[in-house]
């Protein structure tokens, strides 16, 4: 079993830049594919970007390629979530996820344990 926290978040003007963090406890991370989802007011829960359990492989939704980059360090238990060139479009609260020996999935269902969040506001 592992838990997750979320940190990082915040308010920055469009066009800025945020890297948020997750922490997990437990001497098993690195047996867990971890993903960042989010969820804006009003709206489903979606994916964002993934990293399977080896750091090997990741994945991203269309709508932050090019702009996000998720990364892993298994000696801290941490999966990062570097986020740059912000649009307001991405304000929602961002969550993290794990998953036993995934693979970088970009499905919630397929995601275990979860953190409780961090906001993050983009303003225009």
């Known amino acids: 079993q592992v838990q997750l926290v979320e940190s990082g978040g915040g308010l920055v003007q469009a066009g800025g830049s945020l890297r948020l963090s997750c922490t997990a406890s437990g001497r098993t991370f690195s047996r867990y594919a971890m993903g960042w989802f989010r969820q804006a007011p009003g709206k489903e829960r979606r994916f964002v970007a993934a990293?399977?359990?080896?750091?090997?492989?990741?994945s991203y939704g269309d709508s932050v390629k090019g702009r996000f980059t998720i990364s892993r360090d298994n000696a801290k238990n941490t999966a990062d979530l570097q986020m740059n060139s912000l649009k307001p479009e991405d304000t929602a609260v961002y969550y993290c996820?794990?998953?036993?020996?995934?693979?970088?999935?970009?499905?919630?269902?397929?995601?275990?344990?979860w953190g409780q969040g961090t906001q993050v506001t983009v303003s225009s």
């Open positions: 996820a794990g998953q036993y020996y995934g693979d970088s999935s970009s499905s919630s269902t397929d995601y275990t344990y």
């Open positions: 990293i399977n359990w080896s750091g090997s492989s990741t």
